[in-house]
């Protein structure tokens, strides 16, 4: 596909705003529906699981409400973490790596909406890291590494 239309680097920048920034809604509007709607099951099977259990079922119920609080605690906290994003994409933050500043890859923040760093400096990261690691091994080192990061 031959584009005859040439962008300036802010129209770009405009578009890769929206791009984001409709990813980023779409996923708050699944997570808030996700999060309400089990509430609302939670509630509804709470309140009709009572009228007829006996204690010993009434407590498999409160594991299962257990879980489910887990569910929407986790999702509340991805919430968050989205609104943070929206919060620094409006500021103009969002999206840049963390080490080198460059943006992140589009496909990149689609999969993985809270990267902080761009392909390259992460996977140098990963690098060095398994060296850390490997060096740790070899030299037998590793307790005391561990003591080292409390
Ligand atoms: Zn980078």
């Known amino acids: ?3 005859t239309t040439k962008r300036t680097k802010a129209a770009v920048k405009d578009s890769r705003y929206s791009d984001l920034k409709q990813m980023l809604d779409d996923r708050r509007r699944e997570l808030m529906n996700e999060v309400q709607g089990r509430i609302r099951d939670v509630r509804a099977e709470g309140a009709k699981d009572r ?21 929407i605690q986790m999702k509340s906290e991805t919430l968050n973490k989205i609104n943070e994003a929206l919060r620094r994409l409006d500021e103009g933050t969002y ?11 589009h496909p990149r923040l689609r999969a993985l909406p809270f990267a ?4 390259e400096c ?6 060095a ?7 740790a091994r070899k030299s037998g ?10």
């Open 51 to 71: 009228e007829v259990l006996d204690q010993g079922e009434s407590s498999e119920v409160d594991i299962q409400e257990d879980i489910e609080f887990a569910l």
């Open 1 to 3: 596909m031959a584009t």
């Open 129 to 135: 890291e398994q060296r850390e690691r490997a060096l």
């Open 141 to 150: 080192s590793a307790g005391l590494f561990f003591d080292m990061s409390n």
């Open 95 to 105: 999206g840049n790596c963390f080490e080198c500043g460059e943006e992140i890859a």
């Open 116 to 119: 902080v760093r761009c392909k």
């Open 122 to 127: 992460e996977e140098t990261r990963e690098n």
